[in-house]
């Protein structure tokens, strides 16, 4: 099992792990550095903080990993006004089946993956290899070892696994990221949604999110966000007899032209025309 993820044969060490605690108040912050001998990552439990990683800006919360490819260059910062807690490790000799050494994902994947459904299980093997590398008992570098092998098994089938003929590495993780964003539009379409806040909570820089966003779905967040809305509006339209001002003001819209003209742009239909044809459609 192991050999097949791992190139050559050879096995990962841990080279420290810990957990870092930071009450509100005070701020962890690491200025821009990178290790040239060890991939590192950090778990984030609790708190949330803004990460650069070669440049690019991400926010990050609970249930958050990052990993840090050896050598890459990155800057941490925890936010203050909320406790931070995360959990941490550094790995020599990492060498995944078709990556460069040191690497756990491909340059041009994400660094920072919201981990949902797998947080407590892979939290609990965190704490677990913290524990045995703190231990001073005897074997317990082997233990910590052998334990580290099968956290990387876990991460690896979780970010690389293959799901489909056209998988590539880090596309789960670009899923759950627009998963999460959806989420929210879905939840809050009602609201003006910001793509900070957006990115906010698909725990990622709104620069990628807009990336990925258009990647995985075709569609830009904005269009996305009219279209739900539209989606919305016909279900309205379909199964009540609210006016069309009272529906525009429900799926977020103060100006009833505004949303009579962008229902139109999307439907090729006026939001009363469409009534009309359906109510016509069901009499026949």
């Not at 701020?27 to 070669?54: C, S």
């Not at 742009?265 to 025309?273: A, E, L, N, V």
């Amino acid at each position: 099992m192991f050999d097949s993820m791992f190139a050559g044969g050879g096995r990962p060490s841990l080279r420290y792990a810990g957990a870092l605690e930071k009450p509100v108040g005070e701020q962890f912050v690491n200025p821009l550095h990178h290790n040239p001998e060890e991939a590192e990552l950090m778990l984030i439990t609790e708190g949330e903080g803004t990460f650069i990683f070669d440049g690019h800006h991400y926010f990050a919360g609970p249930g958050t990993i990052m990993l840090y490819n050896q050598g890459l260059w990155h800057d941490e910062r925890s936010h203050s006004h909320l406790p931070f807690r995360t959990l941490y490790l550094g790995i020599a000799d990492l060498q995944l089946s078709g990556l460069p050494p040191g690497y756990f994902i491909a340059r041009d994947e994400s660094p920072v993956i919201s981990l949902g459904e797998h947080y407590f299980s892979l939290a609990q093997r965190l704490r677990e290899l913290v524990e045995a590398k703190r231990s001073r008992e005897a074997d317990s570098d082997l233990l910590a070892d052998h334990l580290l092998m099968v956290f990387l098994v876990e991460l690896v089938r979780i970010i690389h696994q293959p799901k489909s003929p056209g998988f590539r590495p880090g596309a789960i993780a670009a899923s759950q990221t627009v998963h999460l964003a959806k989420r929210l539009i879905h939840e809050r379409y009602i609201h003006d949604i910001t793509l900070h806040e957006l990115a906010r909570h698909a725990h990622v820089s709104p620069f990628h999110l807009c990336r990925l966003f258009k990647r995985e779905t075709g569609h830009t967040l904005f269009q996305y966000i009219t279209r739900y809305r539209m989606e919305v509006a016909e279900r309205y339209l379909t199964t009540t007899d609210e006016t069309i001002a009272t529906i525009a003001g429900l799926v977020g819209y103060q100006s009833e032209t505004y949303f009579q003209s962008l229902f139109k742009r999307c439907t090729g239909t006026s939001p009363g025309r469409y009534r009309a044809k359906l109510r016509e459609h069901v009499r026949k």
